[in-house]
């Protein structure tokens, strides 16, 4: 095991992850849903019951995979450079369209990917590369969700370690 990995063993996801959630109820309109992560400025969200159980994963992919828009429907376009929401097409890749009937829960990933606030951050890697994914959802002892860890936040815990932190990689 090289250096780098040995380092990540030895942090726990609950040192690295984001700890400022925003979780989409499962009930939700997709439109609502895109405003609140584009409010957010987040790619992704985990969708919670009304118990704040984590119940999927809603993506910016989940917006993208449309096919082709019903007639008649409203739109929301979301542009990774401009947060503001707008009727105006910038990028095909981004636009969606759904009607008021469209719920989170049926667009939503239904097996959301979580693991423990104790799982180390080179356990949480390997777990994104092998499923192929960029985030992993952490929940607490009652599957609630507390944080999330991305790939960018293993990169960081890296290359922009916090001084003081056990994200120090002085020994690297």
Not at 25 to 35: D, G, L, R
Not at 113 to 126: I, K, M, P, R, Y
Request: net charge negative; hydrophobic share 40%; charged share 25%.
């Amino acid at each position: 095991m090289n250096v780098a990995a040995r380092h990540l063993q030895e942090i726990p996801v609950s040192d690295a992850m984001s700890r400022e959630l925003v979780t989409l109820p499962v009930h939700a309109t997709m439109s609502e849903a895109s405003q609140l992560l584009i409010k957010a400025g987040v790619t992704g969200a985990p969708v919670v019951d009304e118990f704040d159980h984590c119940v999927g994963v809603l993506s910016d992919y989940d917006f993208m995979r449309r096919e082709r828009p019903r007639e008649g429907w409203c739109g929301v376009a979301m542009h990774p450079d401009d947060s503001s929401e707008t009727t105006e097409v910038r990028d095909q890749r981004y636009w969606a369209e759904f009607g008021a009937e469209d719920l989170v829960d049926q667009f939503m990933s239904r097996a959301p990917q979580t693991v423990d606030l104790n799982l180390s951050l080179l356990d949480a890697a390997e777990y994104m590369i092998g499923s192929h994914i960029h985030r992993l959802i952490v929940i607490d002892e009652n599957s609630r969700p507390v944080g999330i860890v991305s790939t960018f936040d293993i990169l960081k815990a890296i290359v922009m370690p916090q001084e003081g932190s056990r994200l120090s990689t002085k020994n690297l």
